[in-house]
Every structure is written in C-alpha cells, then in structure tokens.
T-cell receptor, first 112, second 115 residues
Framework: EDQVTQSPEALRLQEGESSSLNCSYT??????LFWYRQDPGKGPEFLFTLYSAGEEKEKERLKATLTKKESFLHITAPKPEDSATYLCAVRRRDFGNEKLTFGTGTRLTIIP | KAGVTQTPRYLIKTRGQQVTLSCSPISGHRSVSWYQQTPGQGLQFLFEYFSETQRNKGNFPGRFSGRQFSNSRSEMNVSTLELGDSALYLCASSQTQGTSNEKLFFGSGTQLSVL
C-alpha cells in the first residue's frame, strides 16, 4: 500500500531561520511528487511537481528536491507569510487508475 | 480569471440525511476531482471526472457519488450521512486528466458537519 509520511508534524521557526521539511514515500512506479501549501480556511495551492530522482525546483525562498525515497522542501530565511501547512503527494498508476496519495502535512509557523 | 468555486461554504446536516455539494471549475478546465480532508486522515481522493465521465475512483463507499455536467461543473452527493462524514470537502480542477495533470487548482472547500 502507498505510504506518504511527512515530518515533522509541526515546526516553529524564527524569522530568517532556515530549515527543511521531509516527505518520505513508499510507492512503486512513481509518476510525480507534488508539493502544495495550504492556508487556514483555504484549499491547497500548488507549489512544485518533481518527476525523477535528482530533480530540483525553486520558487522564491522554497526549494524542493527529490530522491528515490524522499523529498525535501527547503525553506531559506523564511518570513511570517510563509506560515502554512505544507502537503506533499505522490502519484502512481494502479491498474489503469491514476492514484494520488497525500501526506498529512507539516504545519509551519514562522515567528517574527 | 476566476478560481474554483465551491458552494455552499458551510453545511450542517443530521445523520441519515443526504447532501449535495457543488463545484465550478476554472474556465476551460475539463477535469474535476473531489477530496475529503479530515485532521486525522489528511486529504483522501474520492473521484475524478473528465468530459462528464468518472475516470478515477478512490476507496470510498457507494454512498459517495458524483457527476459532471457538459459545462464541466460538478456535483458530489453523499447519501445516508454518518457522523464520520464530517470533513472539509475539496474540489480541484485541471485542464487535462490523469497523468497529464501538472498541477491541481483547489477551491476553498465545503465544511460539512454531521450531527
């Protein structure tokens, strides 16, 4: 069974304090790993898609990386507006059916 | 360009009732998928519709059903509500279906409370 585990569950950082969020997965035939950001009371907002080990993508203070077993979301010099829940999801093909499995997220709080 | 619109925003029902939720995708998007989000289970995939046909289905009982109209708008129905159905129901749209989906655009969801 597909498993997506995100750690830590919650993370509090001082403004400017860099850190990384982890998403480990067990799935055969990965067809994409996605990162989303979710603010309270809103739906998830797309950040990145990674397809193969070694791939990296950046957007402002965020950088996502992918290995064969996990993905990291690195946040550099975060600001209070980066506070949100960060979700990762993996997609694979299952007997002709596309299957997208989400982790339960990391709740990130940036303290001014 | 308007985003994904879900109505109603909040809903309170009692056990045994049924409920219908609505989703209007971004203009030009033909794929609509539905997710249930709870604190303990996170986001779980319900089903995906493309061109008025269900293309993918998650592991939810038959009480959960959906449909898509010719204008790509979608509805989700839950019959015989149970307490455990209390959740945030999210709709997401995309231009294409399945493996072609680079990303999903989510609405703000319908918060359903079952009493």
């Amino acid at each position: 069974e597909d498993q997506v585990t995100q750690s830590p569950e919650a993370l509090r950082l001082q403004e400017g304090e860099s850190s990384s969020l982890n998403c480990s997965y067990t799935v055969s035939g990965l067809r994409g790993l996605f990162w989303y950001r979710q603010d309270p009371g809103k739906g998830p907002e797309f950040l990145f898609t990674l397809y193969s080990a070694g791939e990296e993508k950046e957007k402002e203070r965020l950088k996502a990386t992918l290995t064969k077993k996990e993905s990291f979301l690195h946040i550099t010099a975060p600001k209070p507006e980066d506070s949100a829940t960060y979700l990762c999801a993996v997609r694979r093909r299952d007997f002709g059916n596309e299957k997208l499995t989400f982790g339960t997220g990391t709740r990130l709080t940036i303290i001014p | 360009k308007a985003g994904v619109t879900q109505t109603p925003r909040y809903l309170i029902k009692t056990r045994g009732q049924q409920v219908t939720l609505s989703c209007s995708p971004i203009s030009g998007h033909r794929s609509v998928s539905w997710y249930q989000q709870t604190p303990g289970q996170g986001l779980q995939f319900l089903f995906e519709y493309f061109s008025e046909t269900q293309r993918n289905k998650g592991n939810f009982p038959g009480r959960f059903s959906g449909r898509q109209f010719s204008n790509s708008r979608s509805e989700m129905n839950v019959s015989t509500l149970e307490l455990g159905d209390s959740a945030l129901y999210l709709c997401a749209s995309s231009q294409t279906q399945g493996t072609s989906n680079e990303k999903l655009f989510f609405g703000s969801g319908t918060q359903l409370s079952v009493l």
